[in-house]
């Protein structure tokens, strides 16, 4: 796929040059304007999968706690690791993280970049994985009305459309 996108670059590339070369005209505008817009979503599109496996690489050593090689069992009575951090912590950081992703590609989008919904779906899948991690974490707490309150919101959830 990589040699396809570098040959339509190439391709893509030599169009505009030509009509550049030729001078912009009314005649050729329309055709300049596609071929810009092919070049802005290919590159988008690369920008977009190098973004995630950076992400990827960032995080593939944490844990299913969300934390760099520390687990559940490592914390104290009040919950902190050997850092002072609560459990948690780390992973609304990332989820912030990945929250001001889903903006940029959002913007990108919004600009007629349509090769950002890819990154903007995989930010949504990130942000909903750390939701979940934070909500079995709280569901651990032993209290109904904790429960309760969990229970409300995931049936909002399920309920939208």
């Not at 391709?11 to 505009?16: A, H, M, P, S």
């Not at 950076?54 to 050593?61: F, G, L, S």
Request: net charge negative.
């Amino acid at each position: 796929m990589h040699e396809i996108k570098e040959k339509l670059i190439e391709e893509v590339d030599k169009g505009i040059s030509g009509i550049i070369e030729q001078g912009i005209k009314d005649e050729n505008i329309d055709i300049l304007s596609k071929l810009i817009d092919i070049h802005k979503d290919v590159k988008n599109e690369e920008y977009w999968e190098k973004k995630g496996e950076a992400i990827e690489m960032r995080y593939r050593d944490y844990n299913e706690y969300g934390n760099r090689g520390y687990g559940r069992n490592n914390y104290d009575r009040r919950g902190r690791d050997s850092r002072g951090r609560y459990r948690g912590e780390d992973i609304m950081e990332e989820m912030m993280e990945r929250y001001d992703e889903y903006n940029e590609a959002s913007e990108e989008m919004n600009r007629g970049n349509y090769g950002a919904e890819s990154g903007m779906v995989k930010s949504v899948e990130g942000i909903m994985k750390n939701i979940y991690e934070i909500v079995c974490e709280l569901s651990e707490a032993d209290s109904p009305e904790v429960m309760r309150v969990i229970k409300k919101y995931s049936k909002k959830i399920e309920e939208m459309e």
